[in-house]
């Protein structure tokens, strides 16, 4: 322990001559400007410069990846993206796997994100309870937002195999067994499911979080009304807890708009097109294709970013509700 | 000053990285991927070929095959790609690769020796020039479980044997031996391409454009689509796995199917993970209009981006020398792509099984259609395989019909062709 | 003792709510904890128990025995005829037929047909697909990748987000209030949408194919600043303001007053960035094309590729990517949720 203080102490001494130097050349706070360059700078380079190379690629075509070696093609990459005869049915677009993507991302969103909503809700009441071992269960229901996408998809690939202990259980019961990924509407809800078993553990702790942030008087108040449970939490609890379920919506719905990494590991999109999300169709067109279209894979990014925009809005909106 | 601060953040990042990425001289990064044991065995080679070169470093980074498919191209496009890579697929990375006329010691022996292969390597319009190291010739082929045929008292369709005859044959083998499925297709566009061109599908029109849709390859695609519903084919394979390469070797060595339809790339696991575990036979391809399987090939090839294209020429040139080959053929079990050493000379280390394989993969590669030379040797042969099997998988997972698939198909090819020009 | 275990919300006697939330508690453990638990018992497994259908709940393995001059063979029960009850050893099996031996007469070949025999089976810890592992893959190569890209991400993140909170929280210069906002908006670009422009930048810096390029780009975390900005807010001036009076610096005042003072925000951000370091997945798998920089979630993927079937590698590697997350979390459990349930409330 001594060394780690003596080690961290004697690196943290490094900057102290050149930032003293500063000090003395920087007046007011624009000092401030030095200690956010190095953050600024990442910021910078990974995430701003990035935005405007994809509009560079979104509107240029061709398999170049250099910006510079590419054609100047205006809106086409949109355009192409946007053709539909009936944009309800993704068989009629141009780009029929950017739509498969998008109306399979937004039926995920609907369900993963409602009933994730619904059961880290009701897991956070029943874990509000004074309940024996409670720091065990809540350690339980957290525990696979910890493991990588990689290896949750494993688990349940394992699982639901043709020959796995699900199947088994299955046949032990009487019932056929079922080609669980094979099917697109069950490889569909399997993905509703696992992302769900994967993330709702960390959503149940905010939720938990906002309940305990409810005074205990209020509850003790409605007690001595014998105020019915139901009504209690319709007419106490869920408005007190409603900043915090905004918070889980709009995260969770952020997240579910980006799904990726399972979902790509337990099915690869399959069967067919019924798992491919909208993220997956920009890697794909990116980086997987024998030919890589960057233009349409970049300007499908951008139409996403304008979506998340809209999202993250919301979410600031919500945080503001809930601070102030 | 804090500009002047993020320009010396840059900088510095700029200079620790530069010092990273900066080869010394003599030494060349080779990306590599295995059949079998392929990457092991050139390493074992490149050893010897340093002690002999003391001035020359080889590293050969082995990745798994999706890696060179998918990763390889990018890093290339970016300028960060190694100096040589193991490809198949030559269109993914055409525009990279060097000529090593200049840098090898005898252009000669190497057109009188790969001159059959070389030409899959070559940019579309080349004629000349030596783009890469061919390092194995291949031929797809159905591979079969004999046991599982003598167990259900079948017996191996005769030499000849159409598709549809074999398929009724493999389902039969399956039902009577309670194996889950009759056969499987590597998840491959070039698999698929073998069996189409068996049905006379041409790939070509007249002009040389790509034209994949017509009869043959119509009557392919319905008969694979199929299978797949009626479980005569594994639907594991095309359906499940979304986008990119699969193989089904494991459902073949774990005899959860009756035939294996890959290739003779497939030859030195069959030989390790089966061994006597069941009876296995490579047979003939089946024949409706003609008998073919897909020709293919693997290579070193070199890249522009390399700084030391003389020390991979001579690398290359150590392992194209006959001997050399021919133990390199040898430790990999491969048919040559040298054309002395494919009349005889490699001594392999086969069980009997393995020798009849290798014969019988032999007999494919002597039947091959001149459409799957053509299609093995267009550039941009990945802009048909890939669609061929994505628009098919949505058809087995019922999210298409077949017209609509051709329809996607052509339309996929037409527009992927398109952007590789620009 | 017995009013700990019967006091549930002010009530002294269990009614069916109590019932019902334990049923849901018990039966949330069993699909959150259970699928994990099924894979550590199976990647305990031999191939053939891993091949059983339906699969057993405990190791069972196909038994041998050794038979002179032919090594171990497996050992079957004959059901009936001649040999009913006996256990042979299985030479070969040919066709429909197999060749069996007594393991005490190895000189005598006996065939039959391969119906109407049950292997042997024993109870084994498959411990050799743990041990394969690290002969087999370099496995402690990706495990020394994935722990150098956490630790010194994780350090990184720390250093520079707490920089910028510390003058977004106690400072006031020009600008502030946009840099502030613009950091916010980077919670916006999720790191896919600039995946392929992302991937273009690290090429030109050189940072492909290095753990450096996937440490970089993650390093500023809108998040972290925020996190670390809210909290130094409720840190009282005067101690910034004591402390100058005694002419310290101000790079001094953040290093040896905010900084510990930051403890609880920077452990949760710590636990955050481990979190998201440890199993990152799409920018590793796009910056990363060697095997020899793979990180643990990079080889499963190349693994589960690779191996389609060959599950008892693939088990035990995926069992020893989640063990190190799990110990942690073991040990810590009680600080990382309730650290992460007030980083969600703040």
Known sequence: MKILTAAYAAVMNLPERPMRWAQGRLRGGRLGWVFVAPNLAVFALFSFLPIVIDIVYATTGGAQLLPSERPYVGADNFASLLDCTNHLDPNTCTRDLFWHGIWNTLRFVVFQVGLMLGFSLLTALVLNRKIMGRGFFRAMFFYPVLLSPVVVALIWKWILQREGVLNAGFMAAGVTPVNWLLDANWAFFWSVFISIWAHMGFYTLILLAGLQAIPAEIHEAAAMDATPPLRHFRRITWPLLMPSVLVVFVLGLIRAVQMFDEIYVLTGGGPGTATTFIVQYIYKTGFADGVRQYGLAAAASLLLAGVLLVLTLLQLKGQRAKNG | MSRVHLLAGLALLATASA????????????????????????????????????????????????????????????????????????????????????????????????????????????????????????????????????????????????????????????????????????????????????????????????????????????????????????????????????????????????????????????????????????????????????????????????????????????????????????????????????????????????????????????????????????????????????RLSQVIAGQMTLDQAYARITQDVADSVAAAKK | ????????????????????????????????????????????????????????????????????????????????????????????????QAQMVDPKRPEVIIRLPVEGRTPVMRMRLATENYTALFSRFDFFRYFWNSSFITIVATVLTLLVNSMSAFVLSKYRFTGRESVFLVMLATLMIPPTIVLVPNYLIAAQLGLTNSLWGVIWPGVATPTGVFLLRQYMLTLPDELLEAARMDNASEWRIYWRIVLPLSAPALAVLAIFSVMWRWNDFLWPMVVLARSEVFTLPLALNSFQGELTTQWNFLLAMTVVTLLPVTIIFAFLQKYITQGIASAGVK
């Open chain 2, 19 to 390: 010092s990273a990425s900066v080869a010394n001289a003599g030494e060349i990064r080779i990306a590599c991927y295995s059949d079998g044991n392929e990457c092991p065995a050139t390493m074992d080679l490149a050893k010897r070929f340093m002690a002999a070169n003391p001035d020359v470093k080889v590293t050969i980074d082995e990745m798994p095959y999706k890696s060179i498919l998918e990763s390889l191209p990018v890093q290339l496009a970016a300028g960060q790609g190694p100096d040589a890579a193991r490809v198949t697929l030559f269109g993914t990375v055409m525009q990279y690769m060097i000529d090593l006329t200049p840098y090898v010691k005898n252009p000669a022996y190497w057109e009188a020796s790969f001159g059959a292969v070389l030409p899959w390597t070559r940019p579309p319009g080349v004629t000349t020039g030596i783009y890469g190291l061919p390092t194995q010739f291949t031929v797809t082929s159905p591979i079969v479980n004999k046991t599982l045929f003598d167990q259900a008292g079948v017996k191996l369709p005769a030499d000849g044997a159409s598709w549809d005859e074999w398929a009724a044959a493999v389902d039969k083998v399956a039902k009577a031996t309670k194996t889950p499925y009759g056969m499987a297709f590597d998840r491959s566009g070039h698999r698929f391409a073998a069996a189409a061109i068996s049905m006379g599908a041409k790939y070509f029109a007249a002009d040389g454009t790509p034209a994949v849709i017509d009869d043959g390859f119509k009557a392919m695609a319905s008969r694979f689509v199929k299978w797949n519903a009626d479980n005569t084919v594994e639907k594991d394979v095309w359906a499940s796995t979304g986008g990119g390469y699969r193989d089904a070797f494991e459902e073949f060595a774990n005899a959860k199917i009756v035939m294996y339809h890959s290739g003779s790339w497939q030859l030195n696991r069959l030989q390790k993970q089966i061994g006597d575990a069941f009876e296995w036979q490579v047979v003939g391809n089946p024949c409706d209009k003609v008998c073919s399987g897909m020709p293919g090939g693997a290579a070193f090839v070199a890249f522009k981006g390399s700084k030391n294209p003389k020390d991979v020429a001579r690398f290359f040139d150590f392992l194209a020398d006959k001997p050399v080959y021919a133990e390199w053929m040898g430790m990999t079990n491969n048919i040559p792509a040298q054309a002395e050493l494919q009349k005889g000379g490699v001594s392999y280390k086969l069980s009997p099984a393995a020798t009849a394989a290798l014969a019988a993969f032999g007999a494919n590669a002597a039947k091959v259609s001149p459409t799957g030379y053509k299609l093995s040797g267009y550039a941009q042969n990945s802009a048909i395989y890939n669609p061929t099997v994505d």
């Open chain 3, 1 to 96: 003792m017995a009013d700990m275990l019967t006091a549930k919300r002010g009530h002294h006697r269990w009614d069916w709510t109590d019932w019902a939330a334990h049923l849901y508690l018990l039966l949330g453990v069993l699909v959150m904890f259970g699928p994990v638990a099924w894979l550590g018992l199976s990647s305990l497994k031999s191939e053939t128990g891993l091949n059983a259908f339906p699969p057993t709940l405990l190791p069972y393995e196909a038994a041998t025995a050794p038979v002179e001059g032919r090594g171990n063979l497996r050992l079957y029960t004959i059901d009936s005829g001649d040999f009913a009850g006996q256990q042979l050893a299985e030479i070969r099996r040919v066709g429909i």
